[in-house]
């Protein structure tokens, strides 16, 4: 299963960071860009970026129904159907502390030279953030969904102690996003430990879902507005 999907997205990751650590430029003068362009012209760039998005919904699908063989209520098992007003409120309370800190952990190693440049989108078109929005929404769906609800419940088949549980879906997190360089990766693991975390103690996908659409809805929105006002902030955005 992660071969089809987050797996295969983490070789290729460690492949860009090694790649990148032994370029003449190195790592501080390397950039990786959030949701580029698939087409010079508008209508192709759409239908592009609109299929590319919809089709990563399918590993979600295909994890629920491989569950749904063994267990009669997937969704419910995951904590993911009917969503409860404490999970709005837990998802808030984990954005904020990941997301806070995230930020910060990147300026630092953005000025340390240990993390790439990440270069936000362009808004050079009106349907470019409600594609960027459900391109959060995917996100948020594959990388819960699969590393902490399916991961871990596999995990517990095969009698797994919850900290190699941990550590295995925390580094597999880190290692997908090791194209953003050192702050990534670290980065990246802690929030792989917070939300294995999370869901070990609520029993719920549900408000990691939501802090994890909330992180990625600022990253890749907010953070580009955010850039485009702080541009000239120490070269740092």
């Known amino acids: 299963m992660l071969l089809l999907s987050l797996g295969a997205s983490a070789i290729y990751s460690v492949l860009n960071l090694l790649q990148t650590l032994t370029s003449k430029l190195g790592l501080a003068s390397s950039s990786a860009n959030l949701n580029p362009s698939e087409s010079?012209?508008?209508?192709?760039?759409?239908?592009?970026?609109?299929?590319?998005?919809?089709?990563?919904?399918m590993p979600v699908i295909?994890?629920?129904?491989?569950?749904?063989?063994?267990?009669?209520?997937?969704?419910?098992?995951?904590g993911l159907w009917k969503p409860i007003k404490s999970d709005w409120?837990?998802?808030?309370?984990?954005?904020?502390?990941?997301?806070?800190?995230?930020?910060?952990?990147?300026?630092?190693?953005?000025?340390?030279?240990?993390?790439?440049?990440?270069?936000?989108?362009?808004?050079?078109?009106?349907?470019?953030?409600?594609?960027?929005?459900?391109?959060?929404?995917?996100?948020?769906?594959?990388?819960?969904?699969?590393?902490?609800?399916?991961?871990?419940k596999k995990f517990d088949e095969?009698?797994?102690?919850?900290?190699?549980?941990?550590?295995?879906?925390?580094s597999i997190r880190a290692a997908y996003h090791a194209y953003q360089g050192f702050a990534g990766l670290l980065g990246n693991f802690i929030m792989g430990l917070v939300f294995g975390w999370a869901y070990r103690r609520w029993g719920r996908?549900?408000?990691?879902?939501?802090?994890?659409?909330?992180?990625?809805?600022?990253?890749?929105?907010?953070y580009a507005l955010l850039a485009k006002q702080l541009a000239t902030f120490v070269g740092l955005f």
Request: hydrophobic content about 60%; aromatic content about 16%; glycine content about 8%.
């Open 40 to 57: 010079a012209a508008a209508l192709w760039d759409f239908i592009y970026r609109l299929i590319g998005t919809s089709l990563g919904f």
């Open 62 to 78: 295909l994890v629920l129904y491989l569950l749904a063989q063994k267990y009669p209520a997937p969704q419910k098992l995951l």
């Open 89 to 152: 409120l837990r998802g808030s309370m984990v954005f904020a502390c990941i997301g806070i800190p995230g930020l910060g952990l990147y300026l630092t190693a953005r000025a340390l030279g240990l993390a790439a440049k990440i270069v936000p989108g362009e808004f050079q078109y009106w349907w470019i953030i409600p594609l960027l929005l459900l391109s959060a929404l995917k996100a948020a769906a594959l990388e819960e969904v699969i590393m902490i609800g399916y991961l871990f």
């Open 158 to 170: 095969l009698g797994f102690s919850f900290r190699k549980q941990q550590l295995i879906s925390a």
């Open 205 to 222: 996908v549900a408000p990691l879902l939501f802090a994890h659409f909330l992180l990625d809805a600022f990253s890749f929105v907010g």
